[in-house]
């Protein structure tokens, strides 16, 4: 198994699986009226937040509970951090206290890295600027297997804000691994160019692209399996990278008119949280094709599973 978690090119097919085939286990633990494994007694794991997050600090945390783990949650507001510690020091003052694994989510892309080369514990990613964000990437993996039944073959397009998506970096890397077709889809201006160039490159030798790009949503909903929605992340915008936030929804918003172009099937995801009437309109997040509260709940097992197999439970 490996030691950190820092990015989705970390996993092969055979550990990606593993990871996935151990939260359908941890998942049986969610339906029992006690929902604890004595697994990581005496293991502690440290929740370090550089950045805000709802669900991956309280999944992180419940999945290391229900693991019997003791657990420190740290967040940067509200500590040393704003005396000025270094994110180094930070790391060595929790080693110091004994910490098997960090958790990591900072707004520096590359923190998670640097993390893993001071500290002696294993390090997991949460998010690390507009870079990576694996375990996202692994319950959306586990989402779409669920529904769906198979991840090889699966046609997923990854809608929006792809440049500033560390999530969508991520999944483009573990669902490439497991076999899925990933279609960028976005402005122009939001996808990144080093993958516009990439994929275009590719169909010009005549070789499959490993990913696709295509600036028209309407045209890649009747053949996607999985349409996943991103958030336009405003806060890592500095610039205008469109007309208007109208303008926006109405050329990239999924609403239930293009949601009925889609095959009978078909699932729609988001990693939360969402800009309701900006990418995705209520009528399609509260719709039955919608996984979006089940991703949430399938972070807990996703996460168990690595906290798990990271920390040798099981000697993995
Ligand atoms: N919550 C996800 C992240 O932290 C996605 C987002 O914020 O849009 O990357
Ligand atoms: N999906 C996700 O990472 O959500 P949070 O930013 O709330 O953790």
């Known amino acids: 198994m490996i030691r950190h978690l820092l990015s989705g090119a970390d996993l092969d097919a055979a550990t990606a699986t593993r990871i996935l085939d151990t939260a359908a286990e941890m998942a049986t633990v969610a339906g029992r009226e006690v929902k604890k494994l004595p697994a990581l007694r005496g293991r502690t794991v440290v929740n370090l937040f550089y950045e805000d997050s709802t669900r991956t600090r309280i999944s992180f945390e419940a999945a290391a509970k229900r693991l019997s783990a003791d657990v420190i949650n740290f967040s940067a507001k509200g500590s040393s951090v704003a005396k000025g510690e270094s994110l180094k020091d930070t790391a060595l003052t929790l080693q110091a206290m004994g910490a098997d694994a960090v958790v990591v989510r900072h707004p520096a892309s590359g923190a998670a890295n640097r993390l893993a080369e001071w500290v002696d514990g294993s390090v997991v990613n949460a998010g690390d600027g507009t870079h990576e964000h694996p375990t996202q990437a692994l319950l959306d993996a586990y989402t779409m297997r669920s529904r769906l039944g198979r991840l090889a073959g699966l046609s997923v397009a990854v809608v929006g804000d792809v440049l500033h998506s560390r999530v969508a970096r991520s999944n483009v890397l573990l669902l490439s691994t497991l076999g899925a077709k990933v279609t960028l889809v976005g402005p122009p201006t939001l996808i990144p160019v080093d993958w516009a160039t990439r994929a275009a490159t590719a169909n010009t030798a005549g070789q499959a692209p490993d990913i696709s790009v295509c600036y028209d949503l309407d045209a890649v ?11 336009v992340q405003r806060e ?29 099937h078909a699932i729609v995801m988001h990693p939360g949280p969402m800009n309701r009437g900006m990418e995705i309109t209520p009528e399609v997040a509260d719709s039955a094709r919608s996984t979006i509260v089940e991703q949430v709940t399938n972070g807990v097992s996703v996460r168990m599973a690595v906290l798990y197999l990271l920390l040798g439970g099981n000697n993995a």
Do not use: C, H, I, K
């Open 221 to 231: 909903l009747p053949t996607s399996d999985v349409v996943m929605m991103l958030r």
């Open 236 to 264: 890592r915008m500095s610039d205008s990278y469109f007309p208007s936030a109208r303008e926006y929804a109405r050329r990239y918003g999924l609403d239930g008119q293009r949601m009925r172009r889609l095959p009978e």
